[in-house]
Each structure stands twice: as C-alpha cells, then as structure tokens.
C-alpha cells in the first residue's frame, strides 16, 4: 500500500472510498434487515408504514438492493483504484431512480414516508451522483486504473 501511496494517490480518494464504503455497507445492511424481516427494522417503522412497505411490489426490493450493492461495490473499487468503480455507481444510480419512481409516481410513497422519507431518498440520490462525479474524474484524471 505504500507503494501506492507514494506515486501519488490523492489523499481525498483514500477518505472518499472509504467513506463511500461506510455509507453504502450502511444501505446494504438496511436492505437486509428489510428483506429479512428483521424486528429491528419493522419496529422501528409506523403500522402505516409497515403495510406500506410490506404492501410494495418485489421489484422495490430488487431495486433497492441493486442500488445499495452496487454502491458498496463502487466504494471498493475505488478503494482498490479501479475504474469500474465509475460504472458501478452509475448502475446503483438507475437502480435507486427505479425504486424512486414507485415511492413518488406509481404509490402513494410520499404520504407514508412523510418528508423525512422523502428527503433522505434525495439524499441518497445525491450522494450517488457525488460518488459518479467523482469517479468520473478519477478516471479522467487516472488517479485509478
């Protein structure tokens, strides 16, 4: 590793791919206590929110789950300096736009979640473009491979 180090990794790719890490393995971890009915997750919801999501079709869950793996797989490319970490984003991206089009478009998402849910999937939808941006210059600039 210090041989990476020493030809010049910025040290702002270190502290973005490791942050990038920490939040997207805290989404991987929220799908699968989702997924797998954990009483942590459930609890922590209202009843309306419950039915909701329990409610919602399978291809949410799918689609959340693309986004948040991807997004860990990401973060490790670009711990590992790896260029797909570009394309791995851009997919978690489309993946968590899918899974925003039925909480917005198609459901009444808006109305359950409450302004909280909605803001913090803004949020992730912003990190994913932050996390693009800056793979898509770490490419250009070949900072990685």
């Known amino acids: 590793m210090t041989d990476i180090v020493k030809r010049g990794t910025p040290w702002h790719l270190w502290a973005v ?19 797998t009915g954990s009483p942590a ?29 991807c997004g860990l797989l990401g973060a490790l490319m670009l711990l590992l300096r790896r260029r797909l970490a ?8 489309i993946a968590m736009l899918a899974d925003s ?3 917005h478009v198609l459901s009444n998402g808006r109305e359950v979640m409450g302004t ?3 803001l913090f999937g803004v949020l992730i939808i912003l990190i994913f473009a932050a996390q693009i941006a800056y793979s898509h210059w770490a490419r250009r600039k070949g900072v990685i491979r």
């Open 17 to 35: 791919a490791v942050v990038s890490v920490v939040w997207n393995g805290i989404g991987v971890w929220q799908w699968y206590q989702k997924v």
């Open 41 to 69: 997750y459930w609890d922590a919801l209202t009843m309306q929110q419950v039915v909701y999501l329990r409610g919602a079709p399978l291809w949410t869950d799918v689609a959340f789950g693309v986004a948040v793996w």
């Open 86 to 93: 570009f394309n791995a984003f851009v997919a978690g991206l």
């Open 101 to 103: 089009v039925y909480v």
């Open 116 to 118: 909280a849910g909605v």
